[in-house]
C-alpha cells in the first residue's frame, strides 16, 4: 500500500490558486492517483485522476513529475467555497483514505 | 443517474437494538464500500464487496455484520452496538475493484449513528 503525506492544513484567500502536495514515496506501477474533496457531514467528492504528467478538468489540474513519488493538486482561483479536506489516494483497489488537507479560504 | 442513495440518514440506537443501514446504486457498479468516519478524522474502511462477494473486511469487530444481496444493494447490520460506535457511515462504490485503475469512487451522503 502506498501511504500519502500531505499538509494537515491550509489558509488561502478568495481569488488565489492554491496547490497541495502529497507525497508517495512508495507508489506502485500500477497505482493511480487520485483526489477527493470532502465537505462537513457530506461524503467525499472525486476531483481529479491521473497517473503521469499533468491531468487537467474544469476545477482542477493533477501534476505528476516522471518519478511519480509526489503529486500536486491545484485549484486556480479558489472561493469560500472551496474551504473543504482534500484527500489524495493512491492505489488500484484499496481505496483507504490518508489524514487529509483541510483548506481554509478567507475573504 | 450518478447516485449512490443511503438509507436512513439518522439513525438513534441503543446498545441492545438491532438495525441495519441500506446503500444503494443503479449505476453498474460491481465494487461496493462500507466507511466509518469520525468527527475530523477521515474516512476509514471498514468493507468491500467484488461482484457481491466480500473482498476486504479491515478486522472491523463482529458487531457490524455486512451483506450484499445483489449487484445494486449493500447493507450493514447492526448489533450490540457501543457508544463510541457512533459516526458518519458512508456507503461508496465503483466501477472497478482490482486492476489497473479503480476508477472514480461514489459516495453517498452518509448515515448518522448515534449509539446511546
Known sequence: LA????????????????????????????????????????????????????????????????DRKSSTLSLPRVSLSDTAVYYCLVGEGDMRFGAGTRLTVKP | DTEVTQTPKHLVMGMTNKKSLKCEQHMGHRAMYWYKQKAKKPPELMFVYSYEKLSINESVPSRFSPECPNSSLLNLHLHALQPEDSALYLCASSQYVAGANTGELFFGEGSRLTVL
Request: hydrophobic content about 30%; proline content about 6%.
Open chain 1, 3 to 66: 501511504k500519502t503525506t500531505q499538509p494537515i492544513s491550509m489558509d488561502s484567500y478568495e481569488g488565489q490558486e492554491v496547490n497541495i502536495t502529497c507525497s508517495h514515496n512508495n507508489i506502485a506501477t500500477n497505482d493511480y492517483i487520485t483526489w477527493y474533496q470532502q465537505f462537513p457531514s457530506q461524503g467525499p467528492r472525486f476531483i481529479i485522476q491521473g497517473y503521469k504528467t499533468k491531468v487537467t478538468n474544469e476545477v482542477a489540474s493533477l501534476f505528476i513529475p516522471a
